[in-house]
């Protein structure tokens, strides 16, 4: 770093230093943090492809059950509207990565355009992570991340930080509630269409303060987040993305006639399993009729057994999807 673009970055720095500039938790005057069950949300994430982080970017060889890297959490947990429970999540791990794709563009309008959920079980317990987004696949651009958090005492894994001190990452707020992101803060570029955003990129937030590792925000100040977090859930933990102002992806307008899945469930009145007979490979969930959830996965072409899940008496949604394919079965048990 060469001493010009310190002295900025120092004279930039002192202004902001340490002071408490941003929105509060959730349910507080003046929050920005939007409850999952609120009508602005027109559409969630439909696709997910995840890079796992290590558990510890500073020492990989740090290990839990048998891997370097995080593991929690499979892609139907995060797909759709959040469950609401803190294990239906996707952990990111170190500086881990998550794509999400959508069936509609996101499009800039005036305020917020879409937002993040994570699992946070309290307003102060909080991962992070930068946001970005791309029209086509290639070109990212980063939302101005900007944190007062000061960064001499490292948050430790289990820390806690005043999410007042933070603006433009990911994961400020606690389960249920999304942060939320206004395509307008970010620069105009050609490479970007804010009317045709297909993906949104979260990268958690190695938030160690050790310079040699540490991640720094839009001001060149390193992000402090708790850190250590050398579990399989360690780091950003998404629980879905939700999308605010959409209009339909004319790409995907035309690809809608996949062939329609084959598909026998039985038996609709259960006992203890379903059978799920389907001629491709395929997603599923299930809700309560209340809109409970209680379970999801992943099934193959062929004859799959649920035996898994926790029925008792009552009425359950089994919603099966592939592709642009979803089906929904009553299941009464
Ligand atoms: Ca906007
Ligand atoms: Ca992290």
Redesign the pocket.
């Known amino acids: 770093m060469n001493k010009i673009r310190l002295f900025l970055l120092s004279i930039l720095s002192v202004p902001f230093g340490f002071s408490q500039s941003y929105a509060p938790p959730a349910d507080q005057p003046g929050t920005t943090a939007i409850h999952m069950d609120s009508s602005v949300f027109v559409a969630w994430a439909t696709g997910l492809t995840v890079e796992r982080g290590y558990l510890n970017s500073t020492d990989t060889s740090v290990q839990y059950q048998g891997s370097n890297r995080a593991s929690f959490g499979v892609d139907t947990m995060v797909l759709g509207k959040p469950k609401g429970m803190t294990t239906m999540a996707v952990s990111l791990g170190?500086g881990g990565t998550a794509i999400l794709t959508f069936d509609v563009l996101i499009k800039d309008e005036p305020g917020w355009d879409f937002a993040v959920f994570e699992n946070s079980f309290s307003d102060d317990f909080l991962?992070?992570a930068f946001v970005e987004a791309s029209s086509d696949g290639i070109h990212y651009f980063r939302f101005p991340a900007h944190t007062e958090v000061p960064f001499d005492v490292q948050i430790n894994g289990f820390g806690s930080m005043d999410c007042r001190y933070i603006n433009n990452f990911a994961g400020k707020y606690r389960l249920n509630y999304g942060t939320p992101f206004d395509l307008s803060e970010l620069p105009d570029d050609a490479l970007l269409d804010k009317n045709a955003v297909r993906y949104i990129k979260l990268i958690?937030?190695?938030?160690t303060i050790n310079p040699e590792y540490a991640s720094s925000d839009a001001f060149g100040n390193i992000v402090n987040?708790p850190?250590p977090?050398p579990f399989n859930s360690g780091?950003?933990d998404l629980t879905g993305v939700g999308v605010i102002h959409a209009v339909p992806d004319p790409e995907l307008a035309v690809i809608t006639t996949d062939e329609e899945m084959k598909l026998t469930v039985y038996p609709t009145v259960v006992s203890d399993f379903v059978t799920i007979k389907a001629d491709r490979e395929f997603s599923y969930t299930v809700y309560s009729a209340e809109g409970k959830f209680i379970a999801g996965g992943e099934g193959q072409s062929g004859e799959n057994k649920l035996e898994q899940i926790p029925f008792q008496a009552g009425v359950y949604l089994l919603k099966i999807y592939s592709g642009r394919n979803a089906k929904t079965f009553r299941l009464v048990k």
């Open positions: 170190d991962e992070l958690d937030v190695v938030g987040d850190f977090t780091g950003f």
